[in-house]
């Protein structure tokens, strides 16, 4: 449940890219925070920030992260950058909120780790959609047992992800590019939260099918959990089929969509150029949008369709289908007043009152192993069994 007239979380920002652009309307939206600092090389990122939020800015992480009014940092920078800023916040004494996934190697994942523990702060990974509100009715319904045990999950979706406006790092796997660093994170987590176990083994495949963006833009995977559930993953950015289609035309961010297909592909001169409309199009550009409209639906990751001993249940924006002896029923949930809000209630449960998050470290460094073994698994054709899984009770 939401806190009500308790005080603010003073929250400092670092990056005010695409992920800060999409957090913009719940930090906006939820009266628990208050964002006091950003820290963007951009000047005119930092411009719109200051006469947005009439906070405080820096042109450097490390001057914002020696801000004494700062209480937490989000961490909203490309992945490369996750495991220096994550670390240089935790030594100046901050809570940290980060983006997924929490970096790029186990060893950087268990750096983080160890020095959130050493500063005695909390760590919260997000946002991926296991934070999402119908995804969390789904697990709260499985673990009532009235379906009896979780057999089987399959996750699916179809998205343009691989041709919107990318900077050249995001097309270069060995810098964190490509659809199983920044998509699989997302199926992984959800997959993990369902199931409620540590995964075993993975078996993955990788589609690399445009020599002029050569990085994985599709894959398939299959895990098997330590109790015998066992889920599959796909997952294609190729951009012809959307979807969304099967969730009512309503996208990612809940935001209702005209029936399409996915966006046509734009072709750019150069790899400059991309990136150039790409940073025009993020917070402080001259090409950014803010969102106008409140969302018909919850954000969601495509289509999850978890099978139990009793039942089938399906995530959708606005709830959960529950498929019955011969009867489908919408276990309903309203549209959300804030969106993403459950970020929140997560960081300001942790640092407020001190409860320990879901989506700590110790989670985000099982995801990452997960989506590395992915990786392998593709490479060397063969499964890969894991060790540093953590499971919810």
């Known amino acids: 449940m939401r806190d009500t007239n308790q005080r603010k979380l003073k929250l400092g920002v670092i990056g005010l890219g695409r992920a800060f652009s999409l957090m913009v ?62 670390v240089l916040a935790a030594r100046h004494g901050k809570h940290v909120l980060i983006e997924k996934p929490l970096a790029l190697t186990l060893a950087d994942c268990a750096a983080i780790i ?13 946002h991926s959609h296991s934070f999402d509100a119908p995804v969390q009715r789904l697990r709260a319904l499985v673990k009532s047992g009235a379906f009896g045990a979780v057999r089987m999950i399959n996750a699916i979706n179809y998205t343009d992800y691989l041709y919107r406006p990318r900077r050249p790092e995001e097309l270069d796997t060995a810098q964190g590019g490509g659809a199983v660093y920044n998509q699989a994170a997302h199926q992984v987590d959800v997959v993990r939260f369902i199931a409620g176990d540590d995964v075993a083994s993975v078996r993955a495949v990788t589609g690399a ?20 559930a066992f889920a599959s993953l796909t997952y294609n950015g190729y951009g012809h089929f959307d979807s969304d289609e099967w969730q009512g035309w309503i996208g990612e961010m809940g935001q209702q969509k005209a029936p399409q297909a996915a966006a046509p592909r734009v072709a750019f001169a150069s790899a400059a150029a991309e990136a150039a409309h790409k940073n ?18 919850h954000n969601h990751f495509g289509t ?56 700590d470290g110790p989670w985000a460094m099982a995801t990452m192993e997960v989506i590395l073994a992915m990786l392998r698994s593709a490479r060397e054709g063969r499964d890969v069994t894991l060790s540093h899984q953590v499971a919810l009770s």
Not at 55 to 72: N, R
Request: hydrophobic letters at 45%.
């Open 280 to 297: 025009a199009r993020n917070y402080g550009g001259d090409s950014y949008k803010a969102a106008t409209t409140p969302p018909v639906g």
């Open 114 to 126: 160890a020095a959130v523990r050493a500063a005695g702060v909390h760590l919260v990974v997000g």
């Open 304 to 359: 999850l369709l978890v099978s139990c001993d009793r039942a089938d249940l399906r995530a959708l924006p606005n709830g959960v289908m529950i498929y019955e002896n011969g009867v489908a029923r919408l276990d309903a949930l309203p549209p959300p007043a804030v969106p993403r809000s459950e970020v929140i209630d997560e960081l300001y449960r942790a640092v407020v009152h001190g409860e320990k998050p879901l989506h």
């Open 209 to 228: 099918w445009d020599r002029a963006r050569p990085t994985e833009g599709a894959y398939a995977a299959l895990l098997t959990f330590a109790r015998g």
């Open 25 to 86: 309307p719940t930090f906006a939206g939820d009266s628990r925070v208050a964002l006091v600092a950003a820290a963007d090389p951009r000047e005119a990122a930092r411009a719109r920030f200051a006469a947005d939020f009439g906070a405080k800015t820096y042109a450097t992480a490390e001057e914002l992260c020696a801000d004494p009014d700062v209480e937490a940092v989000y961490v909203a920078t490309p992945h490369q950058f996750h495991a220096q800023q994550a």
